[in-house]
């Protein structure tokens, strides 16, 4: 069966119902409400949520035809990633460091960029 028709309508969907849903939160005079304000938030307090959105603009940007590693390694490989950072992130944030410095921000985009670009293919060989 050929999804495409079903998943092209589904993004426009997704995304026009977020747009609109995102109107109300910023008419409103309540900070923190807006998806952007809950996002920016969520990767303060957790560096994962910067890397997977960084591997998610890999992915999409950077298409490749196969992955580095082949499956399942890449996927595993991804997982791990994600998991030290995600410990790393806890382990500073445990440690009442925060995780504010631009440096900081731009390594984990980096190698987000970088893992989506060679460990997630566009194509699923």
């Not at 995304?15 to 409103?28: E, H, I, K, Q, T």
Request: hydrophobic share 55%; glycine share 8%.
């Amino acid at each position: 069966m050929n999804y495409k028709i079903i998943t092209d309508v589904l993004i426009v969907v997704v995304v026009c119902g977020l747009a609109l849903y995102d109107v109300l939160p910023a008419l409103s005079e309540r900070a923190g409400d807006t998806i952007s304000e809950a996002v920016q938030n969520a990767i303060y307090h957790n560096v994962v949520v910067l890397f997977m959105l960084s591997v998610l603009i890999g992915h999409f940007s950077l298409p490749r035809e196969s992955s580095l590693l082949g499956q399942p390694a890449s996927v595993v490989t991804l997982v791990g990633i994600a998991w030290i950072i995600f410990a790393a992130g806890f382990g500073l944030r445990h440690a009442h460091i925060t995780i504010s410095s631009p440096v900081v921000g731009a390594v984990i985009i980096a190698l987000g960029l970088v893992a989506g670009y060679l460990l997630w293919p566009l194509s699923p060989k």
